[in-house]
Protein backbone atom coordinates (compact mmCIF):
# COMPACT_ATOMS: atom_id res chain seq x y z
CA UNK A 1 0.00 0.00 0.00
CA UNK A 2 1.17 3.59 -0.46
CA UNK A 3 2.46 5.62 2.42
CA UNK A 4 -0.67 6.99 4.44
CA UNK A 5 0.60 10.34 6.20
CA UNK A 6 -1.49 11.88 9.82
CA UNK A 7 -4.15 13.77 9.16
CA UNK A 8 -6.11 15.77 11.29
CA UNK A 9 -9.40 17.54 10.69
CA UNK A 10 -10.19 20.19 13.06
CA UNK A 11 -13.87 21.25 14.43
CA UNK A 12 -15.82 18.99 11.77
CA UNK A 13 -19.45 18.21 11.54
CA UNK A 14 -19.95 14.90 11.85
CA UNK A 15 -22.04 11.90 10.85
CA UNK A 16 -20.62 8.56 11.95
CA UNK A 17 -22.14 6.37 10.21
CA UNK A 18 -24.99 5.79 12.28
CA UNK A 19 -25.98 9.52 13.70
CA UNK A 20 -25.07 13.09 13.72
CA UNK A 21 -22.48 13.60 16.63
CA UNK A 22 -23.99 16.41 18.60
CA UNK A 23 -21.11 18.95 18.35
CA UNK A 24 -18.29 19.54 15.92
CA UNK A 25 -15.32 17.26 16.37
CA UNK A 26 -11.22 16.92 15.58
CA UNK A 27 -10.49 13.83 14.20
CA UNK A 28 -7.45 12.32 13.67
CA UNK A 29 -6.24 9.45 10.49
CA UNK A 30 -2.77 7.76 11.55
CA UNK A 31 -1.57 5.20 9.46
CA UNK A 32 -4.27 4.14 7.88
CA UNK A 33 -7.08 4.20 10.82
CA UNK A 34 -9.23 6.79 12.80
CA UNK A 35 -7.16 7.42 15.83
CA UNK A 36 -9.67 9.24 18.42
CA UNK A 37 -12.55 11.70 18.16
CA UNK A 38 -12.63 14.29 20.38
CA UNK A 39 -9.18 15.04 21.09
CA UNK A 40 -5.78 13.84 22.31
CA UNK A 41 -2.54 14.43 21.18
CA UNK A 42 -1.15 14.52 17.62
CA UNK A 43 1.70 14.09 15.76
CA UNK A 44 3.59 17.17 14.69
CA UNK A 45 4.26 16.50 10.92
CA UNK A 46 0.18 16.12 10.83
CA UNK A 47 -1.82 17.60 7.86
CA UNK A 48 -4.30 19.79 9.13
CA UNK A 49 -7.52 20.06 7.75
CA UNK A 50 -9.55 23.19 8.90
CA UNK A 51 -12.93 21.70 8.29
CA UNK A 52 -15.02 25.22 8.30
CA UNK A 53 -18.55 24.51 7.53
CA UNK A 54 -17.96 21.39 5.64
CA UNK A 55 -19.14 17.62 6.77
CA UNK A 56 -17.76 15.09 7.21
CA UNK A 57 -19.11 11.09 6.82
CA UNK A 58 -17.94 7.67 6.58
CA UNK A 59 -17.38 7.11 2.46
CA UNK A 60 -20.02 5.90 0.75
CA UNK A 61 -20.43 2.03 0.02
CA UNK A 62 -21.74 0.31 -2.71
CA UNK A 63 -22.56 -3.32 -2.30
CA UNK A 64 -23.84 -3.76 -6.02
CA UNK A 65 -21.84 -2.94 -8.95
CA UNK A 66 -20.69 -4.63 -11.89
CA UNK A 67 -17.31 -3.20 -13.03
CA UNK A 68 -16.52 -4.82 -15.87
CA UNK A 69 -19.49 -3.44 -17.85
CA UNK A 70 -19.04 -0.59 -20.25
CA UNK A 71 -20.87 1.79 -21.12
CA UNK A 72 -21.04 1.49 -24.49
CA UNK A 73 -24.07 1.04 -26.83
CA UNK A 74 -22.84 -2.19 -28.27
CA UNK A 75 -23.38 -3.80 -25.48
CA UNK A 76 -23.89 -7.58 -26.70
CA UNK A 77 -20.80 -6.77 -28.66
CA UNK A 78 -18.54 -5.45 -25.72
CA UNK A 79 -20.09 -8.82 -23.87
CA UNK A 80 -19.09 -11.37 -26.43
CA UNK A 81 -16.33 -9.72 -27.55
CA UNK A 82 -14.01 -8.68 -24.99
CA UNK A 83 -11.77 -11.08 -23.19
CA UNK A 84 -11.32 -10.90 -19.76
CA UNK A 85 -7.98 -9.39 -19.22
CA UNK A 86 -9.48 -6.27 -21.37
CA UNK A 87 -12.41 -6.29 -19.00
CA UNK A 88 -10.23 -6.48 -16.60
CA UNK A 89 -8.83 -2.63 -17.83
CA UNK A 90 -12.31 -1.53 -18.39
CA UNK A 91 -13.54 -2.44 -14.84
CA UNK A 92 -9.77 -0.55 -12.75
CA UNK A 93 -11.02 2.69 -15.02
CA UNK A 94 -14.64 2.14 -13.79
CA UNK A 95 -13.02 1.86 -9.97
CA UNK A 96 -11.63 4.70 -10.53
CA UNK A 97 -14.68 7.12 -11.11
CA UNK A 98 -16.10 4.95 -8.79
CA UNK A 99 -13.66 6.32 -5.70
CA UNK A 100 -13.66 9.92 -7.22
CA UNK A 101 -17.40 9.92 -7.02
CA UNK A 102 -16.76 9.18 -2.97
CA UNK A 103 -17.49 5.49 -3.00
CA UNK A 104 -14.58 3.90 -1.05
CA UNK A 105 -15.45 0.53 -1.03
CA UNK A 106 -17.75 -1.38 -3.51
CA UNK A 107 -18.99 -5.64 -3.75
CA UNK A 108 -18.06 -6.09 -7.15
CA UNK A 109 -20.60 -8.71 -8.07
CA UNK A 110 -18.28 -10.12 -10.61
CA UNK A 111 -17.77 -10.81 -14.48
CA UNK A 112 -21.36 -12.47 -14.68
CA UNK A 113 -20.64 -13.38 -18.21
CA UNK A 114 -17.44 -15.45 -17.78
CA UNK A 115 -17.00 -17.50 -15.53
CA UNK A 116 -14.37 -18.50 -13.32
CA UNK A 117 -12.27 -16.39 -15.40
CA UNK A 118 -14.24 -13.52 -14.62
CA UNK A 119 -13.87 -14.46 -11.16
CA UNK A 120 -10.20 -14.37 -11.09
CA UNK A 121 -9.94 -11.51 -13.52
CA UNK A 122 -12.02 -9.31 -10.35
CA UNK A 123 -9.73 -10.70 -7.91
CA UNK A 124 -7.07 -9.17 -9.65
CA UNK A 125 -8.06 -5.92 -9.56
CA UNK A 126 -8.78 -6.32 -6.32
CA UNK A 127 -5.10 -7.42 -5.15
CA UNK A 128 -3.91 -5.06 -7.25
CA UNK A 129 -5.77 -1.73 -5.54
CA UNK A 130 -4.74 -3.76 -2.47
CA UNK A 131 -1.63 -3.95 -3.02
CA UNK A 132 -1.37 0.02 -4.42
CA UNK A 133 -0.63 -0.65 -8.31
CA UNK A 134 -3.49 0.60 -9.10
CA UNK A 135 -6.00 3.79 -7.42
CA UNK A 136 -9.57 2.65 -6.45
CA UNK A 137 -12.15 1.37 -3.62
CA UNK A 138 -11.83 -0.97 -1.52
CA UNK A 139 -13.41 -4.48 -3.64
CA UNK A 140 -15.27 -7.07 -2.35
CA UNK A 141 -15.00 -9.79 -5.10
CA UNK A 142 -17.90 -12.10 -6.48
CA UNK A 143 -17.96 -15.40 -8.18
CA UNK A 144 -21.08 -16.13 -10.21
CA UNK A 145 -22.97 -19.42 -10.26
CA UNK A 146 -26.21 -20.10 -12.62
CA UNK A 147 -27.56 -22.51 -14.22
CA UNK A 148 -28.20 -23.39 -18.19
CA UNK A 149 -30.52 -21.12 -19.27
CA UNK A 150 -30.50 -18.61 -16.40
CA UNK A 151 -30.48 -15.29 -15.67
CA UNK A 152 -26.48 -14.94 -16.34
CA UNK A 153 -26.16 -17.21 -18.72
CA UNK A 154 -28.90 -15.33 -21.21
CA UNK A 155 -27.23 -12.36 -20.81
CA UNK A 156 -25.19 -13.11 -23.78
CA UNK A 157 -27.66 -14.22 -26.49
CA UNK A 158 -28.92 -17.39 -26.40
CA UNK A 159 -27.40 -18.25 -29.73
CA UNK A 160 -23.74 -17.76 -28.38
CA UNK A 161 -22.37 -21.04 -27.33
CA UNK A 162 -21.59 -21.83 -23.48
CA UNK A 163 -18.99 -23.73 -22.61
CA UNK A 164 -20.61 -26.71 -19.93
CA UNK A 165 -18.19 -25.70 -16.79
CA UNK A 166 -19.58 -22.16 -17.33
CA UNK A 167 -23.27 -23.47 -15.92
CA UNK A 168 -24.21 -25.77 -13.06
CA UNK A 169 -27.20 -28.04 -12.61
CA UNK A 170 -28.10 -30.01 -10.33
CA UNK A 171 -26.79 -29.97 -6.25
CA UNK A 172 -23.64 -31.73 -7.07
CA UNK A 173 -22.96 -28.93 -9.54
CA UNK A 174 -23.41 -26.43 -7.54
CA UNK A 175 -21.58 -27.21 -4.79
CA UNK A 176 -18.53 -27.94 -6.69
CA UNK A 177 -18.74 -24.46 -8.67
CA UNK A 178 -19.10 -22.53 -5.52
CA UNK A 179 -16.10 -24.02 -4.32
CA UNK A 180 -13.98 -23.25 -7.78
CA UNK A 181 -15.07 -19.81 -7.49
CA UNK A 182 -13.80 -19.88 -3.61
CA UNK A 183 -10.50 -21.27 -4.95
CA UNK A 184 -10.10 -18.47 -7.46
CA UNK A 185 -10.37 -16.04 -4.61
CA UNK A 186 -14.25 -15.18 -4.37
CA UNK A 187 -15.17 -13.08 -1.07
CA UNK A 188 -18.61 -14.21 -1.88
CA UNK A 189 -21.06 -16.31 -4.26
CA UNK A 190 -23.93 -14.76 -6.42
CA UNK A 191 -26.72 -16.46 -7.64
CA UNK A 192 -29.86 -15.89 -9.10
CA UNK A 193 -33.26 -17.78 -8.48
CA UNK A 194 -35.59 -15.71 -11.30
CA UNK A 195 -35.23 -14.53 -14.98
CA UNK A 196 -34.24 -10.80 -14.45
CA UNK A 197 -34.67 -6.78 -17.32
CA UNK A 198 -31.53 -7.40 -19.00
CA UNK A 199 -31.34 -11.14 -19.88
CA UNK A 200 -32.69 -11.95 -23.25
CA UNK A 201 -35.68 -14.31 -23.56
CA UNK A 202 -36.71 -14.85 -19.69
CA UNK A 203 -39.48 -13.16 -17.51
CA UNK A 204 -38.42 -11.48 -13.94
CA UNK A 205 -40.98 -14.06 -12.35
CA UNK A 206 -39.24 -17.23 -13.96
CA UNK A 207 -37.60 -19.20 -11.24
CA UNK A 208 -34.27 -20.41 -11.69
CA UNK A 209 -33.00 -23.55 -9.01
CA UNK A 210 -35.05 -25.90 -7.16
CA UNK A 211 -34.95 -25.44 -3.84
CA UNK A 212 -32.46 -28.32 -2.91
CA UNK A 213 -30.60 -26.73 -5.39
CA UNK A 214 -30.32 -23.26 -3.30
CA UNK A 215 -30.06 -24.81 -0.55
CA UNK A 216 -26.74 -26.76 -1.25
CA UNK A 217 -25.27 -23.92 -3.12
CA UNK A 218 -25.88 -21.64 -0.01
CA UNK A 219 -24.80 -24.01 2.59
CA UNK A 220 -21.24 -24.83 0.23
CA UNK A 221 -20.75 -21.18 0.57
CA UNK A 222 -21.55 -20.82 4.31
CA UNK A 223 -19.23 -23.80 4.91
CA UNK A 224 -16.51 -21.85 3.72
CA UNK A 225 -17.33 -18.47 5.05
CA UNK A 226 -18.49 -16.91 2.45
CA UNK A 227 -22.00 -15.08 2.06
CA UNK A 228 -24.11 -15.06 -0.66
CA UNK A 229 -26.14 -12.37 -2.56
CA UNK A 230 -29.30 -13.40 -4.16
CA UNK A 231 -30.42 -11.83 -7.74
CA UNK A 232 -34.50 -12.50 -7.25
CA UNK A 233 -37.10 -10.35 -8.61
CA UNK A 234 -40.10 -12.70 -9.10
CA UNK A 235 -42.10 -13.73 -5.71
CA UNK A 236 -41.33 -17.56 -5.65
CA UNK A 237 -37.69 -17.11 -6.72
CA UNK A 238 -37.76 -14.55 -3.67
CA UNK A 239 -39.32 -17.13 -1.47
CA UNK A 240 -36.57 -19.76 -2.49
CA UNK A 241 -33.78 -17.38 -1.68
CA UNK A 242 -34.51 -16.56 1.53
CA UNK A 243 -35.79 -20.36 2.84
CA UNK A 244 -31.87 -21.15 1.63
CA UNK A 245 -30.86 -18.41 3.97
CA UNK A 246 -28.93 -15.92 1.29
CA UNK A 247 -27.26 -13.13 3.09
CA UNK A 248 -28.46 -10.26 0.85
CA UNK A 249 -31.54 -10.06 -1.30
CA UNK A 250 -31.09 -8.06 -4.73
CA UNK A 251 -33.89 -6.14 -6.00
CA UNK A 252 -36.83 -8.23 -4.41
CA UNK A 253 -38.99 -6.61 -6.67
CA UNK A 254 -42.03 -8.80 -6.52
CA UNK A 255 -42.25 -10.04 -2.60
CA UNK A 256 -45.23 -10.51 -1.34
CA UNK A 257 -46.55 -10.54 2.24
CA UNK A 258 -44.92 -13.77 2.83
CA UNK A 259 -41.78 -12.81 1.49
CA UNK A 260 -41.07 -9.71 3.72
CA UNK A 261 -42.08 -11.95 6.54
CA UNK A 262 -39.30 -14.57 6.06
CA UNK A 263 -37.29 -11.63 5.54
CA UNK A 264 -37.64 -9.78 8.75
CA UNK A 265 -37.51 -12.74 10.57
CA UNK A 266 -33.93 -14.02 8.73
CA UNK A 267 -32.45 -10.40 8.70
CA UNK A 268 -31.66 -10.66 5.38
CA UNK A 269 -30.31 -7.52 3.60
CA UNK A 270 -32.48 -6.10 1.04
CA UNK A 271 -30.76 -4.70 -1.68
CA UNK A 272 -33.20 -2.31 -4.01
CA UNK A 273 -30.89 -0.86 -7.16
CA UNK A 274 -33.46 1.28 -7.71
CA UNK A 275 -31.07 2.78 -10.41
CA UNK A 276 -31.11 0.17 -12.58
CA UNK A 277 -34.88 -0.05 -13.16
CA UNK A 278 -35.56 3.89 -12.77
CA UNK A 279 -32.63 4.62 -15.78
CA UNK A 280 -34.70 2.15 -17.89
CA UNK A 281 -37.72 3.98 -17.64
CA UNK A 282 -36.73 7.90 -17.86
CA UNK A 283 -34.03 7.24 -20.11
CA UNK A 284 -34.31 3.97 -22.18
CA UNK A 285 -36.14 5.21 -25.20
CA UNK A 286 -33.43 8.09 -25.67
CA UNK A 287 -30.66 5.57 -25.15
CA UNK A 288 -32.24 2.99 -27.75
CA UNK A 289 -32.12 0.25 -24.98
CA UNK A 290 -33.59 -3.04 -25.95
CA UNK A 291 -37.00 -2.91 -26.21
CA UNK A 292 -37.37 -6.67 -24.24
CA UNK A 293 -35.87 -4.20 -21.70
CA UNK A 294 -38.47 -1.56 -21.61
CA UNK A 295 -41.44 -4.22 -21.86
CA UNK A 296 -39.95 -5.75 -18.74
CA UNK A 297 -39.05 -2.70 -16.92
CA UNK A 298 -42.22 -0.37 -16.67
CA UNK A 299 -44.14 -2.48 -14.40
CA UNK A 300 -40.75 -3.77 -12.43
CA UNK A 301 -40.06 -0.36 -11.16
CA UNK A 302 -43.64 0.30 -10.08
CA UNK A 303 -43.83 -2.89 -8.19
CA UNK A 304 -40.36 -2.22 -6.50
CA UNK A 305 -41.19 0.91 -5.32
CA UNK A 306 -44.26 -0.90 -3.31
CA UNK A 307 -42.01 -3.10 -2.11
CA UNK A 308 -39.47 -0.97 -0.33
CA UNK A 309 -42.26 1.38 0.62
CA UNK A 310 -43.71 -1.58 2.29
CA UNK A 311 -39.98 -3.22 3.75
CA UNK A 312 -39.86 0.24 4.89
CA UNK A 313 -42.30 0.33 7.41
CA UNK A 314 -42.08 -3.21 8.32
CA UNK A 315 -38.41 -2.14 9.84
CA UNK A 316 -36.61 -4.23 7.50
CA UNK A 317 -32.72 -3.72 7.14
CA UNK A 318 -31.57 -2.09 3.94
CA UNK A 319 -27.72 -2.04 1.97
CA UNK A 320 -26.87 0.51 -0.68
CA UNK A 321 -26.68 -0.70 -3.95
CA UNK A 322 -27.05 0.71 -7.53
CA UNK A 323 -26.12 -1.97 -10.36
CA UNK A 324 -23.77 0.53 -11.73
CA UNK A 325 -23.11 -0.53 -14.48
CA UNK A 326 -25.91 -2.86 -15.60
CA UNK A 327 -26.12 -0.80 -18.62
CA UNK A 328 -25.21 2.85 -20.22
CA UNK A 329 -28.69 4.41 -17.93
CA UNK A 330 -27.01 3.87 -15.12
CA UNK A 331 -23.10 4.48 -15.45
CA UNK A 332 -20.11 4.13 -13.01
CA UNK A 333 -19.37 7.56 -11.00
CA UNK A 334 -22.62 8.52 -10.93
CA UNK A 335 -23.47 6.00 -7.82
CA UNK A 336 -25.18 8.18 -5.56
CA UNK A 337 -28.22 9.16 -7.92
CA UNK A 338 -29.83 6.39 -6.13
CA UNK A 339 -29.60 8.12 -2.64
CA UNK A 340 -32.32 10.46 -4.09
CA UNK A 341 -34.65 8.12 -5.48
CA UNK A 342 -34.62 6.73 -1.90
CA UNK A 343 -35.47 9.79 -0.09
CA UNK A 344 -37.85 10.10 -2.61
CA UNK A 345 -39.38 6.84 -1.67
CA UNK A 346 -40.13 8.24 2.12
CA UNK A 347 -36.51 7.29 3.42
CA UNK A 348 -35.12 9.59 6.00
CA UNK A 349 -31.74 11.17 4.94
CA UNK A 350 -29.64 9.88 7.70
CA UNK A 351 -31.23 6.44 7.64
CA UNK A 352 -30.11 6.45 3.75
CA UNK A 353 -26.92 7.49 4.62
CA UNK A 354 -26.56 4.46 7.63
CA UNK A 355 -27.99 2.16 4.51
CA UNK A 356 -24.51 3.47 2.27
CA UNK A 357 -22.45 3.39 5.12
CA UNK A 358 -22.24 1.19 8.98
CA UNK A 359 -25.19 -1.01 6.85
CA UNK A 360 -23.91 -2.07 4.20
CA UNK A 361 -20.88 -2.59 5.83
CA UNK A 362 -22.04 -5.16 7.66
CA UNK A 363 -24.23 -7.00 4.91
CA UNK A 364 -21.10 -7.64 2.77
CA UNK A 365 -18.94 -8.43 6.44
CA UNK A 366 -16.88 -5.53 7.16
CA UNK A 367 -18.35 -5.00 10.31
CA UNK A 368 -15.48 -3.42 12.44
CA UNK A 369 -13.34 -2.43 9.34
CA UNK A 370 -15.75 0.47 7.44
CA UNK A 371 -18.24 2.04 7.49
CA UNK A 372 -18.00 4.00 10.94
CA UNK A 373 -16.18 6.91 12.15
CA UNK A 374 -15.09 5.50 15.48
CA UNK A 375 -11.42 4.63 16.85
CA UNK A 376 -9.78 1.42 15.00
CA UNK A 377 -11.84 1.39 11.51
CA UNK A 378 -10.28 2.19 8.16
CA UNK A 379 -10.14 5.79 7.53
CA UNK A 380 -12.83 5.80 4.68
CA UNK A 381 -13.74 9.14 5.11
CA UNK A 382 -15.61 12.15 3.01
CA UNK A 383 -15.67 15.91 3.53
CA UNK A 384 -18.31 17.58 1.87
CA UNK A 385 -19.44 20.49 0.93
CA UNK A 386 -22.87 20.98 1.91
CA UNK A 387 -25.27 18.88 4.57
CA UNK A 388 -26.50 15.81 2.87
CA UNK A 389 -28.78 15.27 5.81
CA UNK A 390 -30.39 18.71 5.09
CA UNK A 391 -30.44 17.82 1.16
CA UNK A 392 -28.91 14.57 0.18
CA UNK A 393 -28.11 15.16 -3.28
CA UNK A 394 -24.99 17.22 -2.78
CA UNK A 395 -23.44 13.69 -2.81
CA UNK A 396 -24.72 13.24 -6.13
CA UNK A 397 -22.49 16.24 -7.28
CA UNK A 398 -18.92 15.36 -7.80
CA UNK A 399 -17.22 18.75 -7.04
CA UNK A 400 -19.12 19.25 -3.97
CA UNK A 401 -16.71 16.38 -2.43
CA UNK A 402 -13.76 18.00 -1.70
CA UNK A 403 -11.88 15.62 0.22
CA UNK A 404 -12.24 11.67 -0.53
CA UNK A 405 -9.85 10.18 1.98
CA UNK A 406 -9.54 5.64 1.36
CA UNK A 407 -7.45 3.70 3.74
CA UNK A 408 -5.77 6.93 5.65
CA UNK A 409 -5.10 8.42 1.96
CA UNK A 410 -6.10 11.62 0.45
CA UNK A 411 -7.18 10.04 -3.01
CA UNK A 412 -9.58 12.66 -4.25
CA UNK A 413 -8.88 17.01 -3.61
CA UNK A 414 -10.90 19.10 -4.82
CA UNK A 415 -10.86 23.06 -4.36
Known amino acids: MPTTQSILIEAVRCFDGVKLLPEPVDVLVCDGRIEWLGSGSAPKDVRRIRAGSRFLMPGLIDVHVHLESAHIPDRIGYITRTPPTLMAFYAAHHARLTLEAGFTTVRNMGFTTLGEAGTRASVALREAINRGLIEGPRIVTGGTVDRTGGHFDLLRPPVFPREPNETADGEAAVRQMVRRHVRAGADFIKFATTGGIASEGDEP ?20 KRHTACHAYGTEGVMRALLAGTDTLEHGTYMDDEGLRLLLKNKTFLVPTLSFLHGVVTRGRELNLPAYWLEKCGPAYEAEKETLRKARIAGARFAYGTDAAGGRHNPHGENARELVLWVGLGFAPDKVL ?45 QRIKQVICRGRIAVERE
Open 205 to 224: EWVMYTQAEVQALVDEAHSM
Open 354 to 398: AAATSAAAEAIGLSGVTGRITPGYSADLLLVDGDPLQDISVLSDK
